[in-house]
């Protein structure tokens, strides 16, 4: 029997070495999710045009996530997770430091942020410098990962928590958290100056698509084709 998956976002915190994986699981999966496109409006006609293509795009369309992610001390606590230590000090309040983190440049995760103190460990024992110019206005690469057929680079745009209820420290103990994240065009990663395991992603989520819409088309009701004037 298939093991029961859950929802991830992955951050690529660059280092002088390879990109370090910060996995933010989900404690549980939302119930629901809003998966929303947009479809650019056509060119406008040009000076000597009087019409526009109805069909024509800019670019590609736009692809956005926006879901709720509930996060409950308990429940680490109750099932002696390995988090469970740290639910019991800290409540739910260092999965919510890590999602607030998604929103900072990189800047405040490589050097002496984040992972600066152990990548420089690392480096030290291997005889290699980890020193590294770190752009201080552009995020890191996060991956949203929803199982094995949908793994997509995501900014996060929108990040709002309802903290619900605290221990006697203050700290959060139970909080929903409101996700919204944009999924940038390949053209857009194409300037971004770590982006190569955002483009696999993307490459790969959408060569899948692709496989899906092709299996669709043996499914075409025969009935509805033969309505159509072709």
Same mark, same amino acid.
């Given at each position: 029997?298939?093991?029961?998956?859950?929802?991830?976002?992955?951050?690529?915190?660059?280092?002088?070495?390879?990109?370090?994986?910060?996995?933010?699981?989900?404690? @549980?999966?939302?119930?629901?999710?809003?998966?929303?496109?947009? &479809?650019?409006?056509?060119?406008?006609?040009?000076?000597?045009?009087?019409? $526009?293509?109805?069909?024509?795009? $800019?670019?590609?369309?736009?692809? !956005? @996530?926006?879901?709720?992610?509930?996060?409950?001390?308990?429940?680490?606590?109750?099932?002696? #997770?390995?988090?469970?230590?740290?639910? &019991?000090? *800290?409540?739910?309040?260092?999965?919510?430091?890590?999602?607030?983190?998604?929103?900072?440049?990189?800047?405040?995760?490589?050097?002496?942020?984040?992972?600066?103190?152990?990548?420089?460990?690392?480096? #030290?024992?291997?005889?290699?410098?980890?020193?590294?110019?770190?752009?201080?206005?552009?995020?890191?690469?996060?991956?949203?990962?929803?199982?094995?057929?949908?793994?997509?680079?995501?900014?996060?745009?929108?990040?709002?928590?309802?903290?619900?209820?605290?221990?006697?420290?203050?700290?959060?103990?139970?909080?929903?958290? &409101?996700? $919204?994240?944009?999924?940038?065009?390949?053209?857009?990663?194409?300037?971004?100056?770590? #982006?190569?395991? /955002?483009?696999?992603?993307?490459?790969?989520? &959408? *060569?899948?698509?692709?496989?899906?819409? /092709? /299996?669709?088309?043996?499914?075409?009701?025969? !009935?509805?084709?033969?309505?159509?004037?072709?």
């Amino acid at each position: 029997m298939t093991g029961f998956i859950k929802g991830a976002l992955v951050e690529l915190i660059p280092t002088a070495l390879v990109p370090i994986p910060n996995v933010i699981v989900f404690q @549980f999966n939302p119930e629901t999710m809003t998966h929303t496109w947009t &479809q650019p409006e056509a060119a406008p006609a040009g000076p000597n045009a009087t019409v $526009t293509d109805p069909y024509a795009v $800019t670019h590609e369309p736009g692809e !956005s @996530f926006s879901f709720v992610l509930a996060l409950d001390a308990a429940d680490s606590i109750a099932t002696g #997770s390995v988090s469970a230590g740290l639910a &019991q000090v *800290s409540g739910v309040y260092s999965r919510l430091a890590a999602l607030e983190m998604l929103l900072y440049p990189a800047s405040s995760t490589a050097g002496s942020g984040l992972v600066g103190t152990v990548t420089a460990a690392i480096g #030290s024992a291997i005889g290699v410098s980890t020193k590294q110019a770190v752009p201080e206005n552009v995020l890191n690469t996060v991956l949203f990962v929803w199982g094995p057929g949908r793994i997509v680079p995501v900014r996060i745009t929108g990040l709002t928590v309802t903290e619900r209820l605290y221990d006697g420290a203050l700290n959060p103990t139970l909080a929903e958290v &409101q996700i $919204t994240m944009r999924v940038p065009t390949d053209e857009e990663l194409r300037h971004h100056p770590d #982006s190569t395991l /955002a483009r696999v992603a993307n490459d790969y989520t &959408q *060569s899948l698509r692709l496989s899906l819409a /092709a /299996a669709n088309l043996v499914n075409a009701g025969e !009935s509805i084709l033969g309505m159509l004037p072709i």
